[in-house]
């Protein structure tokens, strides 16, 4: 099952609400980077950056007890997840994922 959620957009920082349960995600577009030390986080820590009609996420500091998906893929807490978000029209977005995780082998 895929959750249903709603991106929104302002300066400086992109929300992602989640329709199941109080989530949220931010994902910070001010043009700062990843903080020399974070504390690992359920969603972790995002940036983002517009390439063209693009957005590119780049999250890092995830903790490592949650999965990658329903089927329970695991990860470590050294996860990289590189995320490009594309409107191809109303209603209609394509979504790119790169994961990166040197701490998990499976």
């Known amino acids: 099952m895929l959750d249903t959620f709603k991106i929104l957009h302002s ?28 504390n690992p986080a359920w969603f972790g ?11 590119v996420v780049d999250t890092q500091g995830l903790n490592d007890q949650s999965w990658l998906d329903p089927a329970g893929h695991p990860h470590s807490d050294q996860i ?3 995320e490009r978000f594309q409107r191809k029209n109303l209603g209609q977005m394509d979504v790119e994922l790169t994961f990166e995780d040197p701490g998990c082998l499976s």
């Open 11 to 38: 300066a400086g920082t992109t929300l992602v609400l989640f329709e199941e349960g109080p989530r949220f995600r931010q994902i910070f577009t001010d043009g700062r980077s990843h903080p020399q030390e974070m």
């Open 45 to 55: 820590y995002s940036v983002g950056k517009w390439e063209g009609d693009t957005l």
């Open 80 to 82: 990289r997840i590189i």
